[in-house]
């Protein structure tokens, strides 16, 4: 029975890039999970932290010609409500950076890191899936598709929403549900993006358009689910000017690219996102809607906690309670990250008028307070630096009225 320091269950953008981070270090790793049999059509707007660790990974540079730059995020309320907000405009320069973070097809993405997987000697990579788990007090054993079993120190459950290694930990799950499907897809337009990412906010969810390179953009429509099914039968040239239309025409003609995607709105939070031997990443351990370009954001700090808190290879046993250290370390992240989705994505959906007037209070406030926009774009890319700021500025003032 082969031995491993950390099995990982799981080959999608979580799993493959906590393999590679894992195997870096010099650990001896082994990835499970059957190969994904339909390409994903989504595309994920990593932020500068996560680019930062794509690059100290040695990544970045095979993926940054993939890429397209957001260097400002525009916000228009599309809704036809009595109380409407103001079109909000948040600017990477604003921040001091040349962009809030890039736009990534998430398909040849996994296609790199599966390039990377197969060149590192520590990695071993088991396309089949894993069907048993014992987490016993010595080691965690692992049971193969292929008849074989494996054992490890730890086991990393990045095998998503269904999670095999949640249920066999005997993690429960908080889990709810939208009135709303994402519909999907990449589009060709006339007029250039300039590196801008507009987000119209309607009574169903946000129609978000993001950049990607040259006159081509992605886009995620929330929709009602009957609309979404709906927008999916469309023919292409109808699909395409419904795109435009919706778009107020700012980038000209629209062509859509190949077949639509779609994918029902949920949310979840494990009870606990590690356990003893078990930690837990990516959507595992959370989902929400994609709203602000947080999912694969709060996943890869996932990633990196974990291999903050394993360490180099030492010569012996990786600790049995690492799972329960995880769980502490990661718990106001991913719950914070999650409340705010939520409470946003609800604000839209209410038709509840003191809740459309909060709201609109609310981006009335960022769209004419520079600081407070500051400061809200700085916790998007970097969160916890909020609250330092806040610390740093209440200490400065207290040394000014000392001295």
């Given at each position: 029975m082969d031995h491993y320091d950390i099995v990982i269950i799981g080959a999608g953008l979580a799993g493959s890039l906590a393999a590679i981070a894992m195997a870096r270090?010099?650990?001896?790793?082994?990835?499970?999970?059957?190969?994904?049999?339909?390409?994903?059509?989504?595309?994920?707007?990593?932020?500068?932290?996560?680019?930062?660790?794509?690059?100290?990974l040695g990544l970045w540079d095979e993926v940054a010609p993939l890429t397209a730059p957001l260097v400002a995020i525009h916000i228009i309320d599309g809704t036809k409500r009595l109380l409407r907000a103001p079109p909000v405009n948040f600017r990477a320069p604003e921040v001091g950076l040349e962009a809030f973070g890039y736009n990534i097809p998430n398909a040849p993405f996994l296609e790199i890191l599966e390039k990377h997987e197969a060149s590192l000697p520590t990695l071993d990579r088991i396309p089949v899936a894993a069907t048993t788990f014992d987490f016993g007090e010595l080691e965690a054993r692992v049971g193969l598709g292929d008849g074989r079993v494996i054992s490890a120190d730890l086991v990393v459950g990045a095998d998503g929403r269904r999670s095999a290694v949640r249920?066999?930990?005997?993690?429960?799950?908080?889990?709810?549900?939208y009135p709303q499907t994402a519909v999907v897809l990449n589009f060709a337009h006339e007029l250039p993006h300039q590196e801008v990412s507009t987000e119209f906010h309607t009574e169903s969810g946000?129609?978000?358009?993001?950049?990607?390179?040259?006159?081509?953009?992605?886009?995620?429509?929330?929709?009602?689910?009957?609309?979404?099914?709906?927008?999916?039968?469309?023919?292409?040239?109808?699909?395409s000017r419904t795109i435009e239309d919706r778009m107020q025409s700012i980038l000209g003609k629209v062509v859509a690219e190949g077949i639509p995607q779609s994918f029902p709105l949920s949310g979840h939070t494990a009870r606990r996102f590690g356990k003893g031997r078990v930690m837990l990443v990516g959507e595992a351990a959370h989902a929400?809607?994609?709203?602000?370009?947080?999912g694969l954001n709060l996943s890869l700090r996932d990633v990196m906690t974990v291999v903050e808190l394993v360490g180099p290879p030492?010569?012996?046993?990786?600790?049995?309670?690492?799972?329960?250290?995880?769980?502490?370390?990661?718990?106001i992240d991913i719950v914070s990250r999650t409340?705010?989705?939520?409470?946003?994505?609800?604000?839209l959906l209410s038709s509840f008028l003191p809740v459309q007037a909060l709201r609109a209070v609310g981006l009335q406030l960022l769209s004419s307070a520079g600081p407070l926009r500051g400061l809200l774009m700085?916790?998007?890319?970097?969160p916890g630096s909020a609250l330092q700021s806040i610390k740093?500025?209440?200490?400065?003032?207290?040394s000014r009225k000392r001295a």
């Open positions: 270090e010099g650990h001896r790793v082994a990835l499970v999970g059957p190969r994904l049999a339909i390409a994903d059509g989504r595309t994920t707007a990593l932020m500068d932290q996560s680019i930062d660790y794509l690059k100290k249920e066999a930990a005997e993690i429960e799950t908080f889990t709810w549900s946000p129609f978000t358009q993001v950049p990607l390179p040259g006159n081509r953009s992605s886009l995620v429509w929330v929709q009602k689910p009957r609309d979404a099914e709906e927008t999916l039968r469309l023919a292409p040239e109808v699909l929400f809607p994609p709203i602000g370009a947080q030492a010569g012996g046993r990786l600790p049995a309670d690492t799972g329960d250290r995880f769980d502490g370390r990661r718990r409340a705010s989705v939520d409470l946003l994505n609800r604000s700085r916790e998007g890319i970097h740093e500025s209440l200490r400065e003032q207290i």
